[in-house]
């Protein structure tokens, strides 16, 4: 049975999750996700009993409502759902502008996800006041009701009763995790959350990153991290530096949706970091741990590296 995704989001890790998720320790007790977005690791993790608990988390107070509102009411949400995806039917184009204005206005949860469903490649954009300014698809309608509503329920079912909703600032959304559990991490990338091309609505600046990822090591605990990487000639950020001790897995992740919307056929290739704790879980897959080793995995290619560029450190 296909793993319910309600929340679109573009980097999603929701076609990666399998391959990121072999990494994940067999021991985990509870599994946070602060950078939560679509919860696409949360959902596989939940459906495949990869954690007996989860803690959803982001910075944006309406996603993280929405996700509220998906996992305790899951018929309500997805009625209001359908009544806001109808009414464009009836004041045509003029629609997606009225939610968008009221969004930023309100804050809605629902308008947020009809927006992510309905804006251009589900690619969110804000500006430095918050609001949301992606434009509508006019090649689509947005997730049909009827799909959303099984999506809503088949999430709330996989989560209800065993996760933990929070919001805030990822490392005091982490701030009680033991070396039991296993953080996975998916901030924004470098140079994606600046500028006025703002795909995220909260900054995180690099040396942020690194200081706390080297708390994270300090306090012993276990994490996967995807960060930098490249489409086509673009590179999104140099690679995190060799004094956290992480391994480095770089994941092709196939065609950009950002690049063909932009008429480019170009690969994202992305890097996915280790801490030590999930080091012998690469060996279990199958990958090698020299560098520049290469392993075939559910149809992504993986190549591992222990030598990390220092040149950011």
């Given at each position: 049975?296909?793993?319910?995704?309600?929340?679109?989001?573009?980097?999603?890790?929701?076609?990666?999750?399998?391959?990121?998720?072999?990494?994940?320790?067999?021991?985990?007790?509870?599994?946070?996700?602060?950078?939560?977005?679509?919860?696409?690791?949360?959902?596989?993790?939940?459906?495949?009993?990869?954690?007996?608990?989860?803690?959803?988390?982001?910075?944006?107070?309406?996603?993280?409502?929405?996700?509220?509102?998906?996992?305790?009411?899951?018929?309500?949400?997805?009625?209001?759902?359908?009544?806001?995806?109808q009414r464009q039917f009836a004041t045509g184009g003029e629609h997606f502008r009225v939610v968008r204005t009221r969004y930023n206005r309100d804050r809605d949860p629902v308008d947020l996800l009809y927006l992510l469903c309905r804006c251009v490649k589900n690619a969110v954009r804000f500006n430095a006041r918050g609001e949301f300014t992606q434009a509508a698809d006019r090649r689509r309608h947005g997730t049909h009701p009827d799909r959303m509503q099984a999506s809503i329920e088949g999430a709330s079912l996989l989560l209800r009763g065993r996760v933990e909703l929070r919001c805030g600032d990822w490392q005091r959304t982490t701030a009680d995790a033991t070396p039991r559990d296993f953080l996975y991490l998916d901030p924004p990338y470098l140079g994606?959350?600046?500028?006025r091309d703002r795909r995220y609505h909260s900054q995180l600046p690099q040396q942020h990153l690194i200081d706390g990822l080297a708390q994270l090591r300090g306090r012993g605990l276990r994490f996967a991290l995807s960060y930098d990487g490249s489409t086509g000639a673009k590179v999104y950020g140099p690679p995190l530096p060799g004094h956290l001790g992480l391994l480095r897995l770089r994941i092709d992740a196939g065609r950009s949706a950002q690049a063909t919307l932009s008429g480019r056929r170009e690969r994202t290739v992305e890097s996915v970091y280790l801490s030590p704790g999930s080091v012998p879980d690469v060996a279990a897959s199958g990958a090698s741990s020299r560098p520049s080793s290469h392993a075939s995995t559910g149809g992504a290619t993986i190549e591992v590296s222990k030598d990390i560029a220092t040149s950011t450190a």
């Open positions: 049975m296909a793993i319910p995704h309600p929340i679109p989001y573009q980097g999603s890790k929701r076609r990666l999750a399998p391959v990121i998720a072999r990494h994940f320790p067999a021991d985990t007790h509870r599994l946070y996700e602060p950078f939560a977005g679509s919860a696409a690791m949360t959902l596989h993790a939940a459906r495949h009993g990869l954690a007996q608990r989860f803690v959803i988390a982001d910075s944006l107070p309406p996603l993280v409502e929405l996700w509220r509102a998906i996992i305790e009411c899951p018929a309500q949400t997805a009625a209001r759902y359908r009544r806001v995806w994606t959350s600046t500028g």
